[in-house]
Every structure is written in structure tokens, then in C-alpha cells.
């Protein structure tokens, strides 16, 4: 059989359309359900980027989603004080007390662990953008069982418009974003809204609403 190039790149045109369809695979929430988790309790989150401020900062903004998907959230001030005046220091150190413990010392149905693993602004020559990244796992406190991960990214070069001014006009203005985003620190707006797509229940493979939802909320667990 002759080798036809045109075929051959046609074809592999395609398996790439078929790849980049394909329909992500829904999350197995049966540990989830079968836990039905009614409070949360909040690690500090576990901070792998370059600034100090991270790790607060997502910390601030995981109350609010969490208690409108229907959960009872331990104040979060409240429970870092608690590992202080405990001696655990940092996030590391908290995130490795067992579960078992933390719900003897807390009562805890669950708790969220968090991983920050971008934070902060980027200058790449023509563009500057501040992005928020974040990792998070919810554990059962009474058997230490995994009940959902997730991940979400958020940025500010989503609604970034490059187009106009040419290359002189783009480096302008990725100049004075990034002096922009470095006074004002959008990365604290930023980790809002990543905490925001982390944690709203009712999203694909997202959280599942918890027992102070709403019905309607609760509706759509009863359906997944």
C-alpha cells in the first residue's frame, strides 16, 4: 500500500480532535455520601510558592464557600491560634497531626487540607499576570478516609486584552500591570476567586453541598 502524507496528517488531525473532546471522568463520591460530613475544619493551607503570603491569604477567603455549600466551617483564626499555642508553628507541621487527633482536640466531621502551589504576580515580557493556584483534599476526621480532592486556578490574564497598540503597546502594558499588581497585591483578590472555583458546591467534580445547603443544592447531590 503507497504511503499517502495527506491521509496519514488527516488522520492524526483527527485523534487529536477526538483526544481533546474526550469527557473528563466523573468524581466517585460514594465515601463522600456515605460520610455526610456536617462540619469542616480548615488546615492552614500548606504553602510551595515564593511568597510568604499565600498561605493566609487563600486561608481568609475559605470560610464563605464553604459555609454557603452548607457546612459548618470552625473559625479559622480559632484553629491556627489552637496549633500555636501548641507549639505547631506552620502549616507543614499542622498538616501532619493525625486525624484521629484533630477530631479528638476539634470534633470535626472533616478537615480541609490545602496546598498553594502558585501565588503571586509573573512578568513574562509582554505579559504580566498575578495567578493563584490551589490544591485541596477533604479527610474524615473519624476514619481518616479520603473523601474528595480538587484543584483551581485563578488569573488575571483571563480577562487580559493584548491585541491593540502593537508589540510597544503590549510591553507598556505589561509593565505597568505588573508595578500595578505588585503595590495593590491582586493576588489576595486573586486567592478569592480560586477559593471561590475550589470550593463552590454543585460544580463538576466539585465539592457536594453539605446539610445546611439549600434544597435545592441538596437536590442536585441526591442526583449525582
Not at 493563584?132 to 474528595?148: F, M, P, S, Y
Request: charged share 15%; net charge negative.
Amino acid at each position: 500500500m503507497r504511503f499517502n502524507p495527506c491521509k496519514a496528517l488527516a488522520l492524526l488531525l483527527l485523534a487529536g480532535l477526538l483526544g481533546g473532546c474526550a469527557t473528563p471522568t466523573p468524581y466517585d463520591y460514594s465515601a463522600f455520601k456515605q460520610s455526610n460530613p456536617a462540619s469542616i475544619l480548615v488546615l492552614p493551607p500548606v504553602n510551595r510558592s515564593p511568597d510568604i503570603k499565600a498561605s493566609y491569604s487563600l486561608l481568609s477567603h475559605v470560610t464563605l464557600p464553604l459555609a454557603e455549600a452548607g457546612y459548618y466551617v470552625l473559625p479559622v483564626a480559632l484553629v491556627d491560634e489552637t496549633f500555636k499555642q501548641n507549639g505547631l508553628m506552620n502549616a507543614d507541621e499542622m498538616h501532619m497531626v493525625p486525624p484521629a487527633k484533630l477530631h479528638e482536640i476539634f470534633g470535626a466531621d472533616a478537615a480541609l487540607y490545602i496546598e498553594v502551589s502558585e501565588y503571586g504576580s509573573s512578568y513574562k515580557l509582554v505579559t504580566s499576570e498575578v495567578a493563584v493556584t490551589a490544591n485541596a483534599k477533604l479527610v474524615d476526621l473519624r476514619n481518616g478516609q479520603l473523601l474528595w480532592e480538587g484543584s483551581a486556578r485563578a488569573s488575571s490574564a483571563e480577562n487580559q486584552n493584548n491585541s491593540g497598540g502593537g508589540l510597544v503597546g503590549m510591553l507598556i502594558t505589561a509593565a505597568v500591570n505588573q508595578i500595578i499588581n505588585t503595590l495593590s497585591d491582586r493576588g489576595h483578590e486573586i486567592a478569592g476567586i480560586t477559593s471561590q472555583r475550589l470550593l463552590t458546591a454543585g460544580t463538576f467534580n466539585g465539592i457536594l453541598p453539605g446539610p445546611r445547603a439549600p434544597q435545592a443544592m441538596r437536590d442536585q447531590l441526591t442526583a449525582q
